[in-house]
């Protein structure tokens, strides 16, 4: 991937999460243990699921996904947000800022579908459980995960190349922690109306369909298991959901807040905080959400250990 436009811009400064100098240290040890939880948990959580017969199932592998978005997800920022805590001046070329403008596009933009995905698969195991293993076989199972990477691919690229065609000219100060693009619109000394209008149709559609999708879904769910007329049926069946509906809720509810009122330096400020909730918390809890509320996933875990002690 090439990364060339006419900006004579050839470094950033990322201002960081904080500018206290005493808060450097303590700072950067709380997100080095976030960030070894984050992969610890994701790489244990892909490493049950490939190791344990009984969870590779359509569920689980698109749990797995998630896990292997989750872990790179994390991985686009954390490293030179820590850097940054240790740094005077936390610089990042040009190159490495578009870079990382288009893997966070990416693996956001996977997550938002990967979890759309989880929810038509909830649908259909609740709503149609005897056509279950046809409806989500392997190759829609494949087909889902192939559009959700192609959607997240194009978009990032839509994002990434609207970005390179700005001009940044003295101004070289990124109000943020990792190369976004409300801050870094804010230093172009061009127009931005198209990178305006574009992040308004790309980000539009993949918060839309996504949005609707899941709706749509749960709406199905949940008026089929009213029509359960067993309590323990219909226990197990908002069980089975409750995970998914967690994790849907932390990811695109901090997103939705971090985003929605970025209209000045003050919410910029706001904003940068609030988005280490959706960038580097989510990662971390969703994990812990589908083990410590998931039956299978412990006793897989337990079965894996004993093995090992064996």
């Given at each position: ?13 990322l ?54 978005v ?37 693996f ?19 709503c ?36 390179l ?35 308004f ?53 901090s ?30 809890l ?17 079965k ?7």
């Amino acid at each position: 991937m090439v990364f060339e436009n006419d900006s004579s811009m050839t470094e950033f400064i990322l201002v960081g999460l904080n500018m206290e100098p005493d808060l450097q240290y303590p700072l950067f040890i709380l997100f080095l243990v976030m960030y070894v939880v984050t992969v610890l948990g994701n790489l244990g959580l892909i490493s049950l699921i490939v190791l344990n017969s009984h969870l590779q199932t359509p569920m689980y592998f698109l749990l797995f996904n998630l896990s292997f978005v989750d872990l790179w997800y994390s991985s686009v920022f954390t490293p030179k947000m820590l850097m940054g805590f240790l740094s005077e001046k936390n610089i990042i070329s040009y190159r490495g800022c578009m870079t990382q403008l288009f893997f966070f596009c990416f693996f956001s933009i996977s997550e938002c579908y990967i979890l759309t995905s989880m929810a038509y698969d909830r649908y259909v195991a609740i709503c149609n459980p005897l056509l279950y293993n046809i409806v989500m076989s392997p190759k829609v199972c494949l087909s889902l995960m192939f559009s959700s990477y192609m959607m997240a691919f194009s978009s990032a690229m839509a994002h990434t190349g609207c970005m390179l065609r700005l001009t940044f000219c003295s101004a070289n100060t990124i109000n943020h922690y990792f190369c976004d693009i409300p801050p870094l619109l804010q230093l172009s000394c061009t127009s931005t109306y198209v990178n305006e209008l574009e992040v308004f149709v790309v980000a539009g559609i993949n918060i839309i369909v996504p949005s609707i999708t899941i709706f749509i879904s749960y709406g199905f769910i949940i008026s089929s298991i009213f029509h359960i007329t067993s309590k323990e049926s219909r226990s197990k069946a908002f069980s089975t959901c409750s995970s998914h509906i967690i994790a849907v809720s932390l990811f695109f509810g901090s997103g939705a807040f971090t985003y929605i009122k970025l209209t000045s330096a003050e919410s910029m400020n706001e904003g940068k905080i609030s988005s280490v909730f959706y960038t580097n918390t989510v990662p971390l809890l969703n994990p812990l959400i589908y083990s410590l509320r998931n039956k299978d996933v412990k006793v897989a875990l337990i079965k894996t250990l004993s093995k090992r002690k064996c």
